[in-house]
């Protein structure tokens, strides 16, 4: 009570707030029993989780089978499953501008390339870093800090930053020009927008990937690799015999954890491009978010199909990503 | 203070049953030792009392009172456990207030209590500090005071000596004599150790596989223990056991030697049946004896001394004697046994009266 | 004592710098450059003037014009380095300026004016943080409603998360009850279901709650979160067992064993969740993008995507801003990286 008064007051404080329900939950307890009280320790849990995960995967299928354009489900007649076949009236599956819906199909085809592309760039350079990191270097701890901290930042300020430097007079075309180049128009033109996109989204999310990848490899003993060296194992074979099958199963986790997150990305790219130019960078999501919130007549009903494919789509993902990791449990 | 009354308590996880019909009454201010090797159900039968576990069949009974559905916080029982559960993040004043807060006692109550507990565990001078800051034997008295401030009906202790060094787990067991004497509460403890049993307890109860073997004063069951489990449980060294053929009324077998006892008048010639026989109740006898056993270990503690040897078919046979001895490796002795304190088990087990 | 130089030698492994180590570190470098300088460039840019903004190529450095006061002018004149006709060199102020000739004074002797041609002349600048860029939107535009927004979204969420998580945590731990596997297994259920696939029916929901434009639209869908709860159930479940049967035993309340057991022995778990639902929610756009209509009700992020949408993007407003919605992470990630980081290496989610 002598040191301290100002730490001992906030620690009062505190537990005046930590008893307020006290009397409330110990009369409940005693009308209930103290056998039921997890029942109302989980209750707001459930609660939060009922409301707004369980009923709404309930409201987007009903919503995928009714059409109009009010919000609430009582003004919104039922189609049936005519938002299906909204979605899917193509004459070539191939080419997008022959659907009805093909802004749908732009969105897949294109989050479909944006996810091969990305996944595939993301495992490499995450892996190469690992690796990098996993050797015996200086300052470890500070290079892993440098590839991680970008993970930390907002979608919005990871665009920015980047919009910033690719703008027309920005650092890069000032870089370009200065070797004698003339200033590209980066997210003007499709081709360097994607490019944009994909760079932009690796350099964001590279530093979580790599955090699993080193923990993969920091498990790995090391007398394998002094029994390799004694063997006079080369340094590349090391690589390919021991480190990778040992780093197969971390490699697995990563590379379903960066699908997943790839068919749903959104955020960077929305900041960065909008979509555009045109529609070169419109992903499924920003389909779905359109479709229902930022255009003239929103399409609700459309939207919740759209998403009830895609989350169909992530379904199967998902499983695939635990028949692998169950598979791996097992051998 | 209260007395305690167990009818027919049982207990089981799914089809594991480690609780079987155990009754006991724990008279008001009584100290109770349950003891028993470790899975004999004594843990479980005590926090079956204490509440954190409910009975699955029986009665508990508090002052007459049934608590049998009861929670483990309106029983009124205070624990101290094995691992003595001190809140690490509370001082040791707050750990030893912490019910007395709940309890919604007066302040100025709960500071009397803290103050005459600690006064009489010596605690005053770690009041302000966290447990981590206390030696193992400071933390027992933290865990023991948190007990007594409640004023409960009845202290539950489970093992809670075995975190303590030899040494101290000899001085504690003292102060928890004295305090027993002192405030004489009803006390229910539970121990894998006999000697904390023995020196401790007004009553024993010795459990096996949960069921109570024997309920007794700690010289009854040294004495006159009900059958060979309690009679190799109890003491230190070990009870000698030596398996013995009834030959003629009143007469055992063993090996080649034979000689009279009385409980074996309820033995047919040819039963098989036990000897048994304590350490200490075993004499040298220079000239014939009832038995020779071959030596083949001695190991002299100064004041007394033990020698272990083995009798002519086989048996080992452990002796006690005081004082200093010649004897050396691989002598051959004679041995009497002495009468009144041999006891012989029937081939159940059971002692024969 | 060993020698400077001998130190600097000194390595991990004591032998010869191999090939692959230079190239280890050669990466690294590079991924200094990449991953810094873009945000070290970002900082620098919200610092510059509008007009050195405008320059290409880019100064590195925010630099800003001198000036100094002239007696018998109002307002500071702006300084320049001025090549005369003879070849020597001075700084003299600007008056101003009448097509490509510029009015210069001596300030030591403002009575005289001297005339040269612009291209003689050259501004003479210094290092100068501009602070209007962060000053103008948080007091002219809406950037400071944005910015308290963000705060109160961000503290009251992590506030509601810790609490209704803990307490689900403390159930699925402390606690056996009938239907606890199922409850277990609908909170990891909750982990399929990310809200790219249910925007539209989670903001019907907040719609038919009456909560549209409103923060809480924000704040309560994210609120409950299975990471949360497992990670708080994972550290509970190391707690002795004793001590909660202590507590029972001490006659506490199961709201008492909660809040003065339970929680003050999960603060290192607590912590961790803190961090996470910081980041969560300074950094959240998709969901507030959907919900938040009406600028007042604008968060941070989504007044920064709304402002760079404008047809003319006032850069050096955007930059600043930009720098406002990095300073909480970047002290974050100074201060408690290695929570996060070993957060991560835990639950294998963030």
Redesign the interface.
């Known amino acids: 009570m002598t040191t301290a008064p100002a730490s001992n007051l906030l620690a009062r404080l505190g537990r005046f707030i930590a008893e307020l329900p006290g009397a409330p939950m110990a009369l409940v307890e005693r009308v209930i029993g103290t056998s039921r009280m997890a029942y109302v320790f989980i209750l707001p849990n459930i609660l939060f989780f009922g409301l707004f995960v369980f009923l709404p995967i309930g409201i987007d299928i009903y919503y995928s089978f009714t059409g109009g354009t009010a919000l609430f489900p009582s003004q919104r007649p039922g189609v049936g499953g005519l938002q299906y076949h909204y979605l899917a009236d193509c004459k070539n599956f191939y080419d997008p501008s022959s659907c009805r819906e093909d802004y749908f199909w732009r969105g897949m085809w294109t989050s479909l390339k944006f996810t091969l592309i990305q996944v595939s760039v993301m495992v490499l350079v995450s892996l190469a870093t690992a690796l990098v990191l996993n050797m015996k270097i200086r300052a470890r701890g500070f290079f892993r800090a440098v590839y991680f901290f970008p993970v930390l930042l907002s979608p919005v300020v990871v665009a920015l930053v980047w919009k910033w430097i690719l703008q027309p007079q920005g650092l890069l075309n000032a870089a370009i020009v200065g070797m004698g180049g003339q200033p590209i128009l980066f997210l003007a033109d499709a081709g360097w927008a994607m490019f944009w996109a994909i760079f932009v989204s690796v350099w964001a999310h590279t530093g979580f990937y790599t955090l699993i990848l080193l923990a993969g490899l920091q498990a790995i003993p090391r007398d394998i690799y002094e029994a390799a060296d004694m063997d006079g194992t080369r340094p590349l074979r090391q690589l390919v015999r021991l480190t990778l099958p040992l780093l197969w199963p971390n490699l697995l986790v990563v590379l379903v954890l960066v699908t997943i997150r790839g068919v749903q990305t959104f955020d960077e790219v929305f900041a960065l491009t909008g979509g555009g130019p045109g529609t070169a960078t419109m992903m499924i999501v920003q389909y779905i978010y359109t479709t229902a919130f930022a255009s003239q007549v929103p399409d609700y009903g459309l939207a919740a199909a759209a998403s009830v494919v895609l989350g169909l789509l992530l379904l199967v993902l998902t499983l695939t990503q635990l028949w692998l990791t169950r598979r791996r449990g097992a051998t | 203070m209260a007395a305690l009354e167990l009818h027919s308590i049982a207990k089981a996880y799914g089809r594991v049953s480690v609780l079987h019909d155990i009754s006991l009454a724990v008279a008001d201010g009584e100290f109770v030792v349950l003891v028993g090797p470790s899975g004999c159900g004594k843990s479980t039968l005590l926090r079956v009392i204490a509440g954190l576990e409910s009975a699955s069949d029986g009665q508990i009974r508090l002052d007459g009172q049934d608590v049998t559905r009861l929670a483990a916080a309106e029983r009124g029982l205070a624990m101290v456990f094995q691992s003595y559960a001190l809140y690490p993040h509370m001082s040791v004043r707050q750990n030893i207030a912490f019910a007395l807060e709940n309890m919604r006692l007066p302040k100025a109550e709960i500071a009397r209590r803290v103050q005459s507990a600690s006064e009489m565990l010596r605690l005053e001078p770690y009041l302000e500090r966290r447990p981590g800051a206390l030696s193992g034997g400071q933390r027992q008295r933290v865990a023991i005071g948190r007990a007594i401030v409640r004023d409960p009906k009845i202290f539950l202790f489970d093992e809670p000596l075995s975190n303590l060094d030899a040494e101290l787990r000899v001085a504690t067991r003292k102060e928890l004599a004295a305090l027993h004497a002192r405030i004489g509460g009803t006390m229910i403890y539970v121990t894998h150790d006999q000697v904390e049993a023995m020196t401790l307890a007004n009553r024993i109860v010795v459990l096996r596989a949960g069921r109570i073997e024997q309920i007794g004063t700690p010289l009854e069951l040294y004495n006159q223990p009900c059958n060979e489990f309690v009679a190799g449980f109890i003491g230190s060294p070990r009870m000698n056991f030596i398996p013995v053929t009834a030959a003629e009324a009143g007469q055992v077998q063993v090996g080649a030697a034979r000689f009279a006892l009385a409980a074996a008048g309820a033995l047919a010639a040819g039963d098989k049946a036990t000897l048994g026989i304590r350490p200490e109740h075993i004499d040298l006898a220079p000239q014939g004896g009832d038995l020779e056993v071959e030596v083949n270990l001695i190991e002299q503690l100064g004041g007394e001394t033990f020698v272990y040897g083995v009798l002519g078919d086989g048996s080992e046979v452990t002796m006690r004697s005081e004082g200093q001895s010649a004897i050396k490796r691989g002598d051959k002795v004679g041995i009497s046994l002495q009468r009144q304190h041999v006891h012989l088990f029937g081939a159940d087990g059971l002692a024969l009266r | 004592m060993m020698s400077p130089l001998a130190l600097l030698r000194q390595?991990?492994?004591p032998g010869r710098i191999g090939f692959?180590?230079v190239l280890?570190?050669i990466?690294?470098a590079v991924?200094?450059f990449?991953?810094?300088g873009?945000?070290v460039?970002?900082v620098l840019?919200s610092f510059k003037t509008r007009s050195n903004l405008?320059e290409?190529?880019?100064t590195f450095l925010p630099l800003a014009q001198q000036s100094v006061a002239v007696k018998g002018y109002d307002s500071k004149l702006p300084l320049y380095n001025v090549t005369m006709p003879d070849g020597s060199k001075r700084v003299l102020a600007q008056v101003r300026r009448i097509g490509v000739i510029s009015q210069l004074v001596d300030p030591a002797a403002p009575q005289t004016i001297i005339k040269v041609n612009m291209d003689k002349r050259t501004a003479l600048r210094h290092l100068g943080l501009d602070w209007h860029n962060y000053e103008h939107p948080l007091r002219h535009f809406n950037f400071g409603r944005y910015l308290w927004n963000s705060v109160f979204v961000t503290v009251v969420a992590t506030l509601v998360t810790l609490?209704?998580?803990s307490?689900?945590a403390?159930?699925?731990s402390i606690?056996?009850?009938r239907g606890?596997n199922f409850?277990l297994v609908?909170?990891i259920a909750?982990l399929?279901?990310?809200i790219?696939?249910?925007?539209?029916?989670?903001?019907?929901?907040v719609?038919?709650i009456g909560l549209d434009n409103s923060l809480w639209a924000v704040i309560?869908?994210?609120?409950?979160t299975p990471t949360g709860?497992f990670l708080l159930r994972q550290y509970m479940l190391t707690m002795?067992r004793?001590?909660i049967?202590?507590?029972?035993?001490?006659?506490?309340?199961?709201?008492?064993i909660?809040?003065?057991?339970v929680?003050?022995?999960a603060l290192p778990a607590l912590a961790v969740l803190t961090i996470f639902s910081v980041?969560w929610r300074?950094?959240?756009?998709?969901w507030p993008?959907?919900v938040l209509s009406k600028s007042e009700t604008y968060t941070l992020?989504i007044g920064?995507?709304a402002f760079?949408?404008d047809l003319q993007t006032q850069?050096n407003y955007?930059?600043a801003m930009?720098v406002v919605?990095?300073i909480p992470?970047a002290l974050?990630?100074v201060f408690l990286?290695r929570f996060?980081?070993s957060g991560?290496?835990n639950t294998?989610m963030?």
């Open positions: 390595r991990r492994n692959s180590d280890a570190y990466y690294l991924g200094v990449l991953m810094f873009p945000v460039w970002l840019s405008d290409f190529p880019p609490l209704i998580n307490m689900a403390y159930a699925l606690h056996e009850f606890k409850f609908a909170v909750t399929m279901v990310p790219t696939i249910i925007l539209v029916p989670v903001f019907v929901v719609n038919e309560l869908p994210g609120a409950a709860v002795p004793e001590l049967e202590a507590a029972r035993m001490d006659k506490a309340s199961e709201w008492q909660y809040a003065r057991i929680m003050p022995l980041m300074w950094n959240e756009f998709l993008l959907v992020q920064l995507n760079q949408g850069w955007l930059l930009t919605a990095l992470i974050v990630f990286q996060i980081t991560i290496a294998g963030k």
